[in-house]
């Protein structure tokens, strides 16, 4: 697998402060909703232990990351926008990765509450 350097436009992208613009702000709350309900539960039906924990954190992560989906991905009139950091082969590449990363994080969520 090879890697390049981001540009300076897809730094930009990731880090700098993205205002919510429309909607988005309530989107972020209803994301933050569900994942909180989904963590109530699943904390009152499995014992504290690490799993748990694991789980949680899964969580908070998926959070972050829908959320961030919201915020990075969205024309100013609130539709998404291509993916804007898949302009090469490599950079599609890493994209998909970050999206596999957080079907991941959802799966050890889900398989840490199954088995708790």
Do not use: W
Not at 10 to 25: E, I, T, W
Not at 40 to 46: A, D, N, W
Not at 65 to 93: K, V, W, Y
Request: hydrophobic letters at 40%; aromatic letters at 4%.
């Amino acid at each position: 697998m090879s890697f390049t350097k981001p540009t300076i436009d897809q730094l930009a992208q990731r880090f700098d402060f993205h205002p919510a613009r429309g909607d988005q702000g309530e989107r972020y709350e209803e994301v933050r909703h569900a994942i909180k309900q989904a963590a109530i539960t699943c904390v009152s039906l499995t014992p504290c232990s690490p799993e748990q924990t694991r789980a949680l954190n899964a969580l908070d992560e998926a959070m972050m990351l829908f959320n961030a989906a919201i915020a990075r991905h969205e024309s100013p009139a609130g539709t998404p926008t291509p993916a804007q950091d898949a302009t090469s082969p490599a950079e599609a590449t890493r994209g998909a990765s970050a999206k596999a990363d957080a079907a991941a994080a959802s799966v050890d969520a889900q398989e840490a509450i199954r088995d708790a």
